[in-house]
């Protein structure tokens, strides 16, 4: 397991402040992937001149819609976090999970 990588937890294990962290983390790691997509696009701005220089803008142009998606991911993830940390601040008020 990489490092940085958290367990899921049971929702009567997991703390609201827990789960806010967490979506924390996944916007800074969205914006992260967002600076790399910005570099991948200031190389596309190059002025390639040979047929190979033409390509590698082509493979930069995907890959930067790739990045894109993958940052849009976790910025998607981190945003149903906030639904989940919601929910379990409103289980913990009402009882409901402990």
Known sequence: ?????????PPAEASTD???????RLRLEAEAV???RERL???M???WESPAGRNFRSYL???A???GVTAFGLRDAAVSLDAYG???SAGDAGGIFG
């Open 1 to 9: 397991m990489h490092p940085g990588t958290t367990t899921a937890l």
């Open 18 to 24: 827990e789960v806010r962290e967490l979506a924390r």
């Open 34 to 36: 967002e600076a790399v």
């Open 41 to 43: 696009r200031g190389a």
């Open 45 to 47: 701005e190059i002025d």
């Open 61 to 63: 142009a995907e890959r």
């Open 65 to 67: 819609v790739a990045v």
């Open 86 to 88: 919601a929910a379990l």
